[in-house]
Structures are given as structure tokens and as C-alpha cells.
């Protein structure tokens, strides 16, 4: 079922324009602070993978890996126009943790640079242990808070007679995250399958912090397409038909369990400066 979403677009975006600074979800002061210290974080996370523990222990393997997952693209709709070279493309994102341990992730600036660089941590039976550099925190976008560089990127495909893909035709290769713990998944397969999912009971990872930032086993950071960054430039994008496809962790700078789960896609058709999708045959990563 084609499922036209033109309607209320121009609304939506009036009234971002109008209450964007009063809605804005991520606002450090609209958020409860997070008040835990990371030693608080290690130790909750410690009791929750305490039961998994036993079985890894038993395969040989005591390291709990994240494995980012991301959610067909979904909510989109056009906003801008072509004449006045600003048409773009909108859509909310959503990336999961389904591995077996957290995505953690801690800042530490660099004396010498005054990067903040950021480390992600695995937890490793009784303690979380530093590991590969991953990135860096930083304010270079408009959300006022701390992202993490390139946690995703989005592309549009060009489809071809035969749907598959011919040319990418618009990109955002960089796309910085706050992580957080926003949504529960409670339905992702690996979860139910492994039996490991031990959901730690509420969010951890909360706040947009410079020292701890990351994704629960089990939870999801959601961007919704109100955003800014939450787009693509369509302004010289033909009417057609394309896919649109959010990579997550895409220079795979963290480590996961899986990378082969990181894409998941929309196909949608562009008529004019108005855009058209079904959510029916978007593909999430498996
Ligand atoms: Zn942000």
C-alpha cells in the first residue's frame, strides 16, 4: 500500500521552525541528568550480564560485543522546493544494540590536541576494559550537544528496471550521534534466539556526556527526521525511483559482533518534489 506522505510535511516543518527549540527532544536540560558515575554504570551493566556470563564462559569467549543494528528508515517526507535549491529529503533513524554486551564508549581529552578522543569499552566477565580508539566527541553540528563522529551514514540509490541499484545520487557520510538509551527493542530475533538478552530495567546510557556515552543491550538511540542532519539534498534528485539506506558504525571504527546487520533500506519514489514510500517493503538488516 503506497502510503503518501506529502500531506502535513510543510505543516510539520512550520511547526519545527516554530516550536524546534521548545520540542527539541535532546536538549540537555529536557532530559533527567543522568546522575550515575561510571563506576555506577560498570556495576549495573556487571549485574546484567552476570547471567550471560555463565554461558560465554562455557563457548570460551568472556567479551560481550555490541551489535548495531539499524531500523528501516521510516517518516519520510519531503520538505523545501527546488527553486529555491533547498529541497531535501527527511526521515528518522533508529540503530539498536542487539549484540551481547553494551556500547560503551568514554571521552578522555587529549592534553596535547584538546580532542576529545573517545574509547570504547567491552566488557570482559567482571570489569569494562578499554579498548580501540574509536572516534572523537565533538559540537561540529547544530544540536547543541556532544556527538559521537560518524556513528552512521545515509545514502540515496538510483534503482534500475530491475529495482536493483544503479548510482548514488546524495550522501551524508558523516552522521554524528549522541548516544543514548530511547527506545526499547524488545522484538529483534537475536535477542529472543541467543536467549542472552538481559535488558538492564531502564536507561542507562543518558545525557550526552563528554565521559560515558552508549546503547544498552536491547535499547535503541532514535533520530527523529525533524532533526537537523536528518536528511539528504534532493535539489538535483530526478522524480524516480530510489533506496534509501542508513548504514550504522560505517567506517566500523567500533567493535561489533556482526557489520553484516549495519545496513537497512527503504525504496521510495521521488514524483517531483514530493516523495512516496511503503513502509511494507522497507528491509531492516538481519
Ligand atoms: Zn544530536
Avoid at 190 to 197: A, D, F
Amino acid at each position: 500500500m503506497k502510503r503518501p506522505l506529502n500531506l502535513g510535511a510543510g505543516f510539520v516543518f512550520v511547526l519545527y521552525l516554530a516550536l524546534g527549540p521548545f520540542v527539541y527532544p535532546r536538549q540537555p536540560q529536557a532530559l533527567p541528568m543522568a546522575s550515575w558515575s561510571v563506576q555506577d554504570i560498570e556495576a549495573r551493566n556487571r549485574e546484567g550480564l552476570h547471567v550471560v556470563g555463565v554461558s560465554a564462559a562455557r563457548s570460551g569467549s568472556g567479551r560481550f560485543l555490541p551489535d548495531l543494528k539499524p531500523l528501516a528508515p521510516s517518516d519520510i517526507y519531503t520538505v523545501g522546493s527546488r527553486a529555491e535549491g533547498d529541497l531535501r529529503l527527511k526521515f528518522a533513524t533508529t540503530i539498536y544494540n542487539a549484540g551481547r554486551g553494551p556500547l560503551e564508549t568514554r571521552g578522555a581529552r587529549n592534553p596535547r590536541t584538546g580532542a576529545l578522543e573517545v574509547y570504547q569499552y567491552v566488557y570482559e566477565g567482571e570489569r569494562a576494559a578499554k579498548s580501540r580508539p574509536v572516534g572523537t566527541f565533538n559540537y561540529n553540528h547544530r544540536h547543541g550537544h556532544l556527538h559521537f563522529d560518524e556513528f552512521a551514514r545515509y545514502e540515496l540509490w538510483s534503482l534500475g528496471a530491475d529495482g536493483k541499484r544503479v548510482a548514488r545520487v546524495a550522501e551524508n557520510a558523516k552522521v554524528g550521534f549522541c548516544l543514548m538509551d530511547i527506545k526499547q527493542m524488545s522484538s529483534d530475533r537475536t535477542h529472543l534466539e541467543s536467549g542472552l538478552i538481559e535488558r538492564p530495567g531502564g536507561p542507562v546510557y543518558a545525557g550526552c556526556r563528554r565521559d560515558v556515552q552508549g546503547i544498552s543491550v536491547g535499547w535503541g538511540d532514535e533520530y527523529l527526521a525533524l532533526l537537523y542532519e536528518q536528511d539528504l539534498d534532493l535539489t538535483g534528485v530526478p522524480s524516480g525511483n530510489y533506496a534509501l539506506v542508513i548504514t550504522s558504525n560505517p567506517e566500523q571504527q567500533i567493535e561489533e559482533m556482526d557489520y553484516r546487520n549495519n545496513a537497512a533500506v527503504a525504496y521510495v519514489t521521488l514524483e517531483g518534489e514530493e516523495v512516496v514510500w511503503s513502509s511494507e517493503v522497507a528491509e531492516s538488516g538481519s
